[in-house]
């Protein structure tokens, strides 16, 4: 296959993993404010997990508590970062996980930033009481094991002939 057909053959791939976990983020914080909001918590595993209802206007671990607009600025020069990384990236099968990783992280931080832009906080609904965790939501989890994934990929799987591409000029 001609290299330009498989590179746009894999950006459609990851365009289509990063709509559909969007939808799929969205649709969970649809529901957690058409359900959840205004009701006592749903616990879903006694004393472990429960679906609670909380508006987060701070970012992860509620850090930056209204600071909106700065918020939004850090999420768009992330998301620059991660699609720019993911233009760079080589379009070859072994790069195919960091590119599926790459798309869930990019759903993930959009699912965010469109709720901050839509409600002006995030919607978070999904509570570890055992450990007392932050609420936190399906495009947290997104990110979070997005990110584990690239970090197990470039520490434990890629050789440094690998990854020299991150350093070139051109693909």
């Not at 508006?55 to 999420?75: C, D, H, P, W």
């Not at 936190?136 to 584990?148: E, G």
Request: hydrophobic share 60%.
């Amino acid at each position: 296959m001609h290299r330009d057909k498989r590179f746009a053959k894999l950006y459609i791939i990851d365009a289509a993993v990063m709509l559909v976990l969007f939808l799929l983020d969205q649709y969970t914080k649809h529901l957690a404010i058409r359900h959840l909001k205004g009701n006592p918590a749903v616990p879903l595993i006694d004393g472990v997990l429960e679906l609670q209802y909380l508006e987060n206007t701070g970012s992860a671990f509620s850090l930056f508590q209204g600071q909106k607009v700065f918020i939004l600025i850090m999420g768009f020069v992330f998301l620059s970062a991660v699609l720019f990384f993911l233009w760079k990236l080589p379009v070859k099968k072994k790069f195919l996980a960091v590119h599926i990783l790459a798309a869930v992280l990019i759903a993930g931080a959009l699912g965010n930033i469109v709720d901050r832009i839509r409600y002006d906080f995030v919607v978070d609904f999904i509570s570890f009481v055992l450990i007392h965790f932050p609420v936190f939501n399906v495009a947290d989890c997104y990110i979070v094991l997005s990110a584990i994934g690239l970090f197990i990929l470039f520490m434990f799987v890629y050789k440094e002939e690998d990854l020299k591409w991150i350093g070139s000029a051109s693909k």
